[in-house]
């Protein structure tokens, strides 16, 4: 299965992508311009930061902001609402 499989990236502005399987720590995936390395596992469905995401700053979803991060984001990271 290939890395544009796995993750689903909708606008290329957007700084998380959707796990279409559950994904491993550990694992590195690659989407175009950008390879990440899973840092803890991750829920099909639920979200992964593709960049660092300062404390304060837009979670970017379809091209606009979905929320802000509460704590700083490691690129890997699962996002979700405790972050």
């Known amino acids: 299965m290939s ?3 796995v993750l689903l990236r909708i606008r290329d502005t957007d700084n998380v992508a959707v796990a279409l399987r559950p994904l491993v ?3 590195q995936l690659s989407l175009p311009g950008i390879t990440v390395t899973v840092a803890e596992a991750v829920e099909r469905g639920h979200k992964i930061a ?4 300062a ?3 837009d979670i970017i979803k379809y091209g606009y902001p979905i929320g802000h991060a509460t704590a700083a984001i490691a ?4 996002v ?4």
């Open 3 to 5: 890395d544009q499989a």
């Open 75 to 78: 690129a890997g990271a699962w």
């Open 50 to 53: 593709l960049l660092p995401v």
């Open 25 to 27: 720590a550990g694992e």
């Open 80 to 83: 979700h609402t405790h972050n």
């Open 55 to 57: 404390q304060g700053r």
